[in-house]
């Protein structure tokens, strides 16, 4: 079957650092994405990975490894407005190209 | 700033009930999907339009119908629903074809259903 986990919910400190785990076992593998989700908004598109190692984005990386189905996304200097669900997806190699999702990781950031 | 436009924002309808969801994208896109998204679960992918045509359905039962009368816009029509269907429903877009598989979803706001 297809599977991805990500932690359920983490809490850091505002100016920290945190980092968000995923592990997936798919059919394939076509590439890894990370998406941030606001409260009652749309997810939006955070960062793409299809080769082993570190993307980096301002604040956000996000790391790669295909032998391990393991990817963590990387964030630095943590703000208030962080605070969001991170949703991890692995688009698999069926005829469509789908994604397969997580349930997401709920960010909470203290002062 | 998205340019995936969803309406309504809410939606409370009885299980007797007919109505429709509709999405609109400016980007250019060519493939639509529409998304359940229930709480503390992953995203469920309903239906799948590449270039106006369905690629995708999984399972979704017959009192959801989609409609995609051209690459802009995408519409769900609901009836008889179920208190369970309840969830926030997300339409997205991308690049369509073989050649998008790198291609990042836009997702709209999405439309907060409840079912009484």
Not at chain 2, 20 to 41: D, F, I, R, T
Not at chain 2, 67 to 95: G, K, M, R, V, W
């Amino acid at each position: 079957g297809q599977n991805i986990d990500q932690p359920t919910e983490m809490t850091a400190t505002e100016g920290a650092i945190v980092q968000i785990n995923c592990t997936y076992q798919t059919s394939g593998f076509n590439g890894l994405f990370w998406y941030q989700q606001h409260a009652g908004e749309a997810p939006t598109f955070l960062s793409y990975n299809v080769l082993d190692g570190l993307e980096e984005k301002g604040r956000f990386s996000s790391f790669l490894s295909r032998s391990k189905g393991y990817s963590y996304l990387l964030l630095k200097e943590l703000q208030m407005k962080d605070s969001a669900s991170y949703l991890c997806a692995v688009r698999v190699q069926d005829s469509n190209y789908q994604l397969i999702w997580g349930a997401g990781t709920k960010l909470i950031i203290k002062p | 700033e998205t340019g995936v436009t969803q309406t309504p924002r809410h939606l409370v309808m009885g299980m007797t009930n007919k109505k429709s969801l509709k999405c609109e994208q400016h980007l250019g896109h060519n493939a639509m999907y529409w998304y359940k998204q229930s709480a503390k679960k992953p995203l469920e992918l309903m239906f799948v339009y590449n270039f106006k045509e369905q690629t995708e359905n999984n399972s979704v039962p017959s009192r959801f119908s989609p409609e995609c009368p051209n690459s802009s816009h995408l519409f769900l029509h609901l009836h008889t629903l179920q208190p369970e269907d309840s969830a926030l429903y997300l339409c997205a877009s991308s690049q369509g074809g073989t050649g998008g598989y790198n291609s990042p979803l836009h997702f709209g706001n999405g439309t907060r259903l409840t079912v009484t």
